[in-house]
C-alpha cells in the first residue's frame, strides 16, 4: 500500500504482467496483419503509456497519430458527454487503423470515436484496449478486439491512467480510494 496524502493505492496489476500481456497482444496484432501496414491511433492522455509499450513489440510497418476527447471531467465520474478535442493529423482512408484506448467503461468514449473514425472510411478498424470493466458498460456493442486485462468496477490508476491528471506516472495499475468528502 503507498499513499499520496489523503489518497490510499494498491497495486491490482504489477508492471511485469502488463509488459508480459502488452508483448502478447501486440503479438497477436502482428499475426493478424501480417504482410500489411497499420496504423495506431492512441486516445490521449491515458492511452500513451500503452501504446508507446505496444508499438514496439508490433514487427509490422506501423505508423501513429493520436486523438483527444474529454469525457471525464476532474473526478471519477463520467459526464456522459464526449468532446473532440485534438483530431487525427492525416487521413485513415483504404488504412488498418487500430484505436488504442487506455480503458474501457461506459464504451461512450469508444463507441462515440468508433462513430467518428467509421466515417473516414479506413479499410479496418478495430480497438485495442489495456483494461476492460464490463460491469460498467452502457453501450452494449463496443468491444475491444484486443485486451490487456478485464478488471472489477473499481477506481484504477498508474500506467496512463490518471486521476485529476495525477498518478499517470505509476509503473503498476492501482486501485485508488479517496478519502471521504
Ligand atoms: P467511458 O467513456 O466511460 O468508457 O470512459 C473511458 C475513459 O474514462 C477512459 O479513457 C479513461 O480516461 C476514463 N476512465 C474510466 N474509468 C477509469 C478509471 O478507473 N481510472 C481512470 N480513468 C478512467
Ligand atoms: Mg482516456
Do not use: W
Not at 478498424?125 to 476492460?132: E, I, K, P
Request: proline share 3%.
Amino acid at each position: 500500500m503507498r499513499e499520496s496524502g489523503q489518497d490510499q493505492l494498491k497495486v491490482l496489476i504489477r508492471n511485469a504482467a502488463i509488459q508480459k500481456r502488452v508483448r502478447e497482444v501486440a503479438k497477436q496484432i502482428t499475426r493478424d496483419f501480417r504482410g500489411q501496414r497499420l496504423h495506431l491511433v492512441g486516445v490521449l492522455k491515458g492511452a500513451c503509456i500503452f501504446l508507446s509499450d505496444l508499438i514496439r513489440h508490433i514487427d509490422l510497418d506501423t505508423s501513429i497519430d493520436f486523438m483527444s476527447v474529454a469525457s471525464y471531467g476532474k473526478g471519477q465520474r463520467s459526464s456522459g458527454e464526449v468532446r473532440l478535442l485534438k483530431d487525427l493529423d492525416t487521413s485513415i482512408e483504404g488504412m488498418n487503423v487500430i484505436l488504442v484506448e487506455d480503458i474501457l467503461d461506459t464504451g461512450l468514449t469508444l463507441s462515440y470515436l468508433l462513430r467518428v473514425l467509421q466515417q473516414r472510411k479506413p479499410k479496418v478498424l478495430r480497438v485495442a484496449a489495456l483494461l476492460d470493466k464490463p460491469s460498467r458498460r452502457l453501450i452494449k456493442d463496443v468491444k475491444a478486439d484486443y485486451l490487456g486485462f478485464e478488471i472489477p468496477n473499481e477506481f484504477v490508476v498508474g500506467y496512463g491512467l490518471d486521476y485529476a491528471e495525477r498518478y499517470r506516472n505509476l509503473k503498476d495499475v492501482c486501485i485508488l480510494s479517496l478519502p471521504p468528502e
